[in-house]
DNA sequence: AGGGTGGCCTTGATCGATCCAATGACACCA
DNA sequence: TGGTGTCATTGGATCGATCAAGGCCACCCT
């Protein structure tokens, strides 16, 4: 990374700090009343008398008091926080999906009284970040967001037996013949979101639908896939030379694309992420045919991108919103009885429709 | 929001809880010495003799030491977190600027030793976040990111004594007649940005620019606009008719654009924002005209859908690695000599160009 | 009257690290 | 032998909250 050469201006000398803030000492004795009678009239107001309760919460207003977080998480060892990895600044719509859930998952948060740290990982091993955390009890809990693939996150924290719930399900334990997860979950049905788009599809009076999708070794790409092959064989249509799958980038829709259109002949696609949507409407531009009027298209993810391209791409959408909800709900259960996983949670996409179709 | 009525699956019980984490006494007894010298070997190597230092050493990796993050922060007074606020998840391209820099911040934080704390703005007051965790003393500092126009949180947390860093220059404060801010910031200089893409324009034999910018009551719009203007009377050439100030949407952007190019006859456009010139790239498309080929377009933010809309959109790139990296060095300097407030620092962004020019 | 009961509040101990002042070890020198 | 300075190490106090007991008092019951 080259340093920008900043041009600065003068230092200059600043306003004395802060008195020290108020302790429950402060306010006991503004209070007339102990310790424990300040700190149950925050954490038990029931336990006081409703006019002893008053005297405290005044005394608290006025001297503006708020219990110590340090002091609190040592005593109840508990942070309040909960933990979230982002990985590197690749751009990507994978990565606007992640912060769109980010938003979501700190504004959830909040309301479950909890806060969201954020960590980088390190370059290297890909659990440190998590085990410093953990070791040092600065988070309460994990969200995991990149469970595709035998990610170790996941078995890692499992061992260490960490509080954490996973944003994506757990892909081999779903397998028949292994053991069910051993962590809450919760993801989004991304077949049932293809199918969606296929079937809508169908409706506009397609019938001769292509798929272009990621390389096999992908699971949630397979996942994608099934939902448009359950579509059209739902309708008893053939799926046979309408598929393609490639690396997820634009000029690889924009290939698949071209070669789908030249011998299946589709006149539709249904895409595994707005990025292979994008290269379809790449092809599409090249060869002079109208997204939408012409040939329809349909992306995944309802990114930036597929909102604001002309004419609008049509793309399915996942609930995050939901999705952080339910993620924050399974936490809390799991912090509260750590001795019971909650079950995994599915949960459906809408399809967003625009100009492409 | 509407909740996604979930498929669940069922529970089951969990394995055991972790045991409680070794801690400095168990550390100690291991390596055969005090408690203050296991400390010393963390935090001051140098005072012990190479010797005990070893021991301890292997101690504390034999048992997986960790020092507890809630009794470091309370005896310290200090959380190694600094707080930054983001806002309600809006979709548009200045939220995915904010993004980047989120990603950047986390990444230069950890290596300075800090974590990112997000929280969420309370729907009514913009402070009540910033209140409660200054009052509980859970982050040591913050990241003010919405510095434009006038807004509150920056005056507070400085009536505060709060230690943050501004993104975003001091507006008012930078006014001739006032005072000079009384904290440090880090700002890109969006008019030497505009100035780049015209003047790239320029080079490519254009003399016919127009602007497309927001309303006039928007600090950062004006500026912006100013390197325009900068450019286009360096070179002798008028502005006047050639130059609109409208909402940011893309609706906007569109008609804008085609109200110029009806009116003042452009052959190129330089916008306040990527969503601006997407919309004169429908425009464009509306016409049959060519982005780059026909008419040119330059956009700002360099978001992600510039580097994917066809012919690729070139766009004035903030460098926001380096914002980041800026912005935690204050951040320590701050931290380390609370009584002196380090110089604003400018940085100028790089332009990113792609076919649209 | 005595003892039990429950409501309300207080006291002392504790979480696990760091700060502080003091002690021990050791070499060196008078 | 005793003094002195340096340096590593020690024990105790501390940060500010909560936990676990226990005290006080009014009230009720037999």
Chains 1, 2 share one sequence.
Not at 137 to 148: C, L, N, R
Request: aromatic letters at 6%.
């Amino acid at each position: 990374m080259s340093r920008n050469e900043p041009v600065v201006g003068r230092a200059y000398p600043r306003l004395p700090m802060p008195v020290t803030p108020p302790t429950l000492a402060d306010v006991a004795e503004r209070a007339g009343v102990s310790r424990q009678t300040v700190s149950n009239a925050i954490n038990n107001p029931d336990l006081l008398r409703p006019d002893t309760l008053a005297r405290v919460q005044e005394a608290i207003a006025v001297l503006g008091y708020s219990p110590n977080r340090a002091a609190r998480n040592l005593r109840t060892r508990t942070s309040q926080l909960i933990g979230m990895r982002i990985g590197p600044a690749q751009e990507g719509t994978a990565n606007a999906t992640m912060d769109r859930f980010v938003h979501s998952l700190v504004e959830t948060s909040r309301e479950a009284g909890y806060h969201v740290l954020l960590f980088a990982g390190d370059g290297g091993d890909p659990v440190v970040g998590y085990d410093a955390l953990l070791r040092s009890t600065a988070v309460d809990a994990f969200v995991v967001t990149d469970t595709y693939l035998g990610n170790p996150q996941a078995a890692w924290l499992e061992e260490r037996r960490a509080p954490f719930v996973a944003f994506g399900r757990p892909w081999d334990a779903l397998r028949p013949g292994t053991d069910q997860a051993r962590h809450p979950w919760v993801d989004v049905d991304g077949a049932a979101g293809t199918e969606l788009a296929t079937a809508h599809l169908l409706e506009k009076g397609h019938d001769r639908i292509a798929w272009i999708g990621w390389r096999k070794d992908s699971r949630i790409g397979e996942d994608r896939r099934s939902g448009w092959t359950r579509a059209m064989h739902g309708r008893g249509l053939a799926t046979t030379g309408l598929a393609s799958r490639v690396e997820d980038t634009i000029a690889s829709g924009r290939e698949a694309s071209a070669h789908l259109l030249g011998s299946a002949r589709p006149s539709a696609f249904v895409c595994a992420s707005d990025t292979l949507a994008m290269g379809v409407l790449h092809t599409l531009g090249d060869r002079g045919l109208r997204p939408g009027a012409d040939v329809a298209v349909v992306g995944f993810d309802d990114s930036q991108v597929a909102q604001v391209v002309p004419p609008g791409l049509t793309s399915v959408r996942q609930p995050l919103e939901d999705v952080a909800v339910h993620v924050v709900s399974a936490l809390e259960g799991l912090l509260a009885h750590p001795a019971v996983v909650g079950p995994g949670v599915m949960l459906t996409p809408t399809l967003a429709v625009r100009g492409s179709s």
